[in-house]
């Protein structure tokens, strides 16, 4: 069984980077890097009756790091701030999006990048109606996120899915598991 032998916090601000030294189950030791957030939600919020779903794009310095603009389209997330994470999807999704949120569908509680990161993120779909959207979201002005919101065919999402182009993986897992639970949401409307 591996185990950890010792932590070091090498570099400490929005995440912490530790340096941790572990016993491997083959008794050998070695260093790995271990990048911690906390926890966090994300919830992808649809309107059924009109096939549309509110997503966000923003800018993540990363993905410009390895080459491109760097604007990705992501659904509304956050990390959890001492509340549950369907608390934490509703802050995210009025603060991000503008939409109060009613019902929420869990999905899943996964790790996002289990090599390095401690984060697990909490995923949700949540039906919405246009009156739902009360504010303008953008996100906190203070955070400097510069958020685009849109509201897009859900069939659009699943043609961007289908074919492969880049977008945030856990967005893609929530178009694909509302793509199974109801699949009548990606149907061309009837006319």
């Known amino acids: 069984m591996a185990e950890i032998l010792s932590t070091e916090i090498v570099y400490s601000r929005w995440a912490r980077m530790i340096l941790a030294t572990i016993r491997l189950p083959d008794g050998q030791s070695t260093r790995r890097d271990i990048e911690d957030h906390g926890e966090a939600a994300m919830v992808l919020p649809y309107d059924p009756q009109r096939r549309v779903a509110l997503v966000i794009r923003q800018f993540r310095t990363p993905p ?12 509304a997330a956050g990390r959890l701030e001492g509340e549950d994470a369907e608390a934490c999807a509703r802050r995210e999704a009025m603060e991000e999006i503008g939409v109060r949120l009613g019902q929420l569908e869990p999905v899943a509680r996964a790790w996002t990048m289990p090599a390095l990161s401690t984060e697990r993120v909490s995923l949700f779909l949540a039906p919405y109606s246009e009156t739902d959207c009360v504010a303008e979201g953008g996100g906190l002005a ?5 958020i685009t919101v849109l509201e897009m065919p859900l069939a659009e999402l699943a043609r961007l899915a289908d074919a492969g182009e880049p977008m945030d993986i856990k967005l893609l897992l929530l178009v694909q598991t509302l793509r199974l639970r109801r699949p009548e949401c990606f149907a061309p409307p009837a006319s």
């Open 142 to 146: 203070e955070e400097h996120e510069e």
């Open 64 to 75: 410009c790091f390895v080459g491109g603009d760097g604007m990705v389209l992501e659904a």
